[in-house]
T-cell receptor
Framework: DAGITQSPRYKITETGRQVTLMCHQT?????MFWYRQDLGHGLRLIYY???????DKGEVPDGYVVSRSKTENFPLTLESATRSQTSVYFC???????????????????FGPGTRLTVL | DQQVKQNSPSLSVQEGRISILNCDYT??????FLWYKKYPAEGPTFLIS?????DKNEDGRFTVFLNKSAKHLSLHIVPSQPGDSAVYFC???????????????FGQGTELSVKP
């Protein structure tokens, strides 16, 4: 299916375990992002990627690792899960803008459906 | 340090009336602002945006106003409908060069409830 998908949609794990959340987009968007949503904090950026093999930290990167070997995939790994990482995780993508009169249209990010992660 | 703030966690409005959602920001380097709408168990979806060089943008029932001197933006929904009930996030784009330019900073969200 076209669009942006996340898997799994729901995950329960235990403290100390490694968990990988998957994100896949079919638009060949250059930019991809990982956010977490927590009550009172809104959406906070964890990591983002401007292109394959280019990643950078966001606001709350500690405890997370990302990779981007292919344009369409952007997995997020919790190396040793902690209870504070219980959250809803959203992946998003955006095309790379520049050079067009309607540059503002390239700011929109498209979000996946989210993964609800519970760390016990 | 919350650079984008939505100080009202919730708002309740009667169907047919106007809904006004507010957002304040602190960073003068933001050059573009967006509003997203989120239903339960779904990802946020883009609603409307405004460039910092404008003070108003309108799309059907939705209008966003930007007051740069006050570092304040608002989303007006007229008339409000029960289907508008959702969480609304405002977001600001960081003006930066290269790969940094794709980032958005989101507010905490405001939950709108439109009652029939």
């Amino acid at each position: 299916d076209a669009g942006i998908t996340q898997s799994p949609r729901y995950k329960i794990t235990e403290t100390g375990r490694q968990v990988t959340l998957m994100c896949h987009q079919t638009w060949s968007h250059s930019y991809m992002f990982w956010y977490r949503q927590d009550l009172g904090h809104g959406l906070r950026l964890i990591y983002y990627s401007a292109a394959a093999d280019i990643t950078d930290k966001g606001e709350v990167p500690d405890g997370y690792v990302v990779s981007r070997s292919k344009t369409e995939n952007f997995p997020l790994t919790l190396e040793s899960a902690t209870r504070s990482q219980t959250s809803v995780y959203f992946c998003a993508s955006r095309i790379k803008g520049g050079g067009r009169a309607d540059w503002w249209s390239y700011n929109e990010q498209f979000f996946g459906p989210g993964t609800r992660l519970t760390v016990l | 340090d919350q650079q984008v703030k939505q100080n009202s966690p919730s708002l309740s409005v009667q169907e047919g009336r106007i809904s006004i959602l507010n957002c304040d920001y602190t960073n003068s380097m933001f050059d573009y602002f967006l509003w997203y709408k989120k239903y339960p168990a779904e990802g946020p979806t883009f609603l409307i945006s405004i460039s910092s060089i404008k003070d108003k943008n309108e799309d059907g029932r939705f209008t966003v106003f930007l007051n740069k001197s006050a570092k304040h933006l608002s989303l007006h929904i007229v008339p409000s409908q029960p289907g508008d009930s959702a969480v609304y996030f405002c977001a600001a784009r960081v003006l930066a060069s290269g790969n940094q330019g794709g980032k958005l900073i989101f507010g905490q969200g405001t939950e709108l409830s439109v009652k029939p």
